[in-house]
């Protein structure tokens, strides 16, 4: 099956800085990366996703891009602010959608 | 649009004890899925149903867990009898094929096994 690997696990940003988080998977099948948001006490919320087709995704502050030849693929948050603190996962799926998790990194955003 | 809603949200027992959770997945969305999310790790699925019908159980431990979602809409996880080890949260989330593979959680329900 699938493998998702994250890192980093605990990121400390001053507010305004970037946060990178990245990920790799095991198999060459997915096609399908969503990234996850989790605040606590809460279930995780799809913030973004990016297809296989495309290389690069951006939503206002927050960007993802995707590398199938290395099997990586990275979330950027510019700018960060105070409610970007959250626990941040990323998931890859293949045809029939089922998601595999990374382990989740926690951000937090100094003031 | 209402989301995936989910109860109870915290449920604590002694082992070997059962427990039973349910999810009412948003409106339309024929696929429903469960998860287990075990402190400080992402959530892992447990079983995929496609209407009421199971696409995917192979990590749901059959000896003690089972599912049903009988009329395509809402679903209940049960845990029978239940493990120290069971203890996380359980999180339901549904999508909409027709509208692409994103899944919407609900907020989940924490189990607590004494």
């Known amino acids: 099956g699938e493998n998702v690997e994250q890192h980093p696990s605990t990121l400390s940003v001053q507010e305004g800085d970037s946060a990178v988080i990245k990920c790799t998977y095991s198999?060459?099948?997915?096609?399908?990366f969503p990234w996850y948001k989790q605040e606590l006490g809460k279930g995780p919320q799809l913030i973004i996703d990016?297809?296989?087709?495309?290389g690069e995704k951006k939503d206002q502050r927050i960007a993802v891009t995707l590398n199938k030849t290395a099997k990586h693929f990275s979330l950027h948050i510019t700018e960060t602010q105070p409610e970007d603190s959250a626990v941040y996962f990323c998931?890859?799926?293949?045809?029939?959608?089922?998601?595999?998790f990374g382990a989740g990194t926690t951000v937090t955003v100094r003031a | 649009e209402a989301g995936v809603a989910q109860s109870p949200r915290y449920k604590i027992i002694e082992k070997r004890q059962s427990v039973a959770f349910w999810c009412n997945p948003i409106s339309g969305h024929a696929t429903l899925y469960w998860y287990q999310q075990i402190l400080g790790q992402g959530p892992k699925l447990l079983i995929q149903?496609?209407?009421?019908?199971?696409?995917?159980d192979s990590q749901l431990p059959k000896d003690r867990f089972s599912a049903e979602r009988l009329k395509g809409v809402d679903s209940t996880l049960k845990i029978q009898p239940a493990k120290l080890e069971d203890s996380a949260v359980y999180l339901c989330?549904?999508?909409?094929?027709?509208?692409?593979?994103?899944?919407?959680f609900g907020p989940g329900t924490r189990l607590t096994v004494l």
């Open positions: 989330a549904s999508s909409s094929r027709l509208q692409g593979p994103d899944q919407y």
């Open positions: 198999d060459s099948a997915s096609n399908y």
């Open positions: 149903f496609q209407n009421n019908g199971v696409v995917d």
């Open positions: 998931a890859a799926s293949e045809g029939d959608y089922k998601l595999s």
């Open positions: 990016i297809r296989s087709n495309v």
